[in-house]
């Protein structure tokens, strides 16, 4: 009796994050095929991008110009990005943030193109749920003579299908 009271009492609760900080990159890993790490909202972690079961949102260093830029790409087939804004510094982008309640009727982007420090941007998943998240912090550099791109970023996950963000 003793046991059954300890292991009910120890039951692992199973329901994922819906907000948090997390960091991305475009490592490539593997011998082939090679994958990255995207970032699953509904699962609250890094996924391969060779998974299945599917990540939301993968980074990418686009070269196409002189400068190189950073770009959130989605694992989906639909345009899923719109940014609310850039910010002149991260307190102007927590404020932004945290006033964001709900989605408005958007015209939604491929990809959010470029990313930068202290912007704040709404992302559609395939299954029409929400996120929205704030860029924290990025850095765009050669590493290993590779272009290497990186984003820090809070999140915070609209789970039941509507246009509205839950409260923190």
Do not use: H
Not at 117 to 132: I, L
């Amino acid at each position: 009796m003793i046991i059954v009271t300890i292991l009910s009492g120890c039951r692992k609760d199973d329901k994922p994050r819906t907000s948090g900080t997390e960091t991305i990159d475009n490592t490539l890993y593997g011998t082939g095929p090679y994958y990255a790490n995207g970032f699953s909202f509904s699962k609250a972690k890094k996924v391969s991008t060779l998974d299945n079961t599917g990540y939301d949102i993968t980074i990418y260093v686009n070269i196409d110009n002189p400068v190189s830029r950073l770009i959130l790409q989605a694992d989906n087939f639909k345009p899923s990005f719109y940014k609310i804004g850039d910010y002149p510094d991260a307190a102007s982008a927590v404020s932004a943030f945290n006033n964001l309640k709900t989605v408005g009727a958007y015209q939604w982007q491929e990809m959010a193109d470029p990313i930068n420090d202290n912007q704040v941007w709404v992302f559609r998943t395939g299954s029409e749920n929400y996120a929205k998240i704030r860029i924290i912090s990025t850095k765009n550099e050669i590493r290993n003579n590779l272009l290497y791109g990186e984003c820090t970023f809070e999140w915070l996950y609209q789970t039941d299908g509507s246009l509205t963000f839950p409260g923190k």
